[in-house]
């Protein structure tokens, strides 16, 4: 595999070629967040496509959403359909796993915002946070409801398709959320529904 050869030894790029088994999880991280345009288009995507679920067990290991930042780069639309449902289910079955471990939940939103890259839109991975039990979508909403009314919003980095943040304004803003919070004994709860009444008297969309 070709790379950058200010970033990458010849060893590095070898071992990246090979079994992806035996490529060390520093290699792996160090792929996910290189810049996509250090190395040859067409051997990215396929590096990638051998590499995803390395990515995945990476994501897990040390959240961090500019690790699915080159799916992009990659092709991802155009891969197999059959390797684009394998890797959406890795990412997915992570994502439940995490939201199922209360100590973990911290991890959410970077994970979300990694997992929104296979879409290019964080609508569908919302529409899976609605299934999550009513403490931990209460805290969700009051993270992003915070941010929203003390800042300019969450930190969207690498999402850089139009309006990322769209979709999380439209689903703290939506009814169903506010009926949800408001059945909730949750001071997350309540909490979210003081910030969000502000986000509407502030006209933030």
């Not at 290991?61 to 699915?68: G, I, V």
């Not at 930042?69 to 197999?80: C, D, E, F, T």
């Not at 004994?185 to 008297?201: C, F, G, H, S, T």
Request: net charge negative; aromatic share 10%; glycine share 4%.
């Amino acid at each position: 595999m070709r790379g950058c050869g200010l970033c990458w030894s010849q060893a590095e790029l070898d071992v990246l070629d090979g079994d992806p088994e035996l490529v060390p999880a520093v290699v792996v991280q160090k792929f996910a967040w290189e810049s996509a345009d250090h190395f040859e288009r067409d051997e990215y995507e396929f590096a990638w496509r051998r590499l995803g679920y390395r990515v995945v067990q990476e994501l897990e290991r040390l959240p961090d959403d500019k690790l699915t930042a080159g799916l992009r780069w990659a092709r991802w639309p155009s891969w197999p359909e059959a390797e684009r449902t394998a890797l959406r289910a890795l990412i997915t079955d992570l994502i439940v796993r995490v939201a199922g471990d209360q100590e973990r939940w911290w991890q959410l939103d970077e994970l979300i915002q990694a997992a929104a890259q296979l879409d290019q839109d964080m609508t569908p991975w919302l529409r899976l946070v609605d299934d999550f039990q009513d403490a931990l979508v209460a805290q969700l909403a009051e993270s992003y409801s915070m941010y929203y009314t003390h800042s300019d919003g969450p930190v969207l980095t690498w999402m850089t398709w139009d309006d990322p943040g769209g979709p999380i304004v439209d689903w703290l803003l939506s009814p169903t959320l506010r009926d949800r919070l408001s059945g909730l004994d949750d001071r997350n709860a309540q909490r979210a529904l003081e910030l969000i009444d502000l986000m509407v008297e502030l006209s933030i969309r």
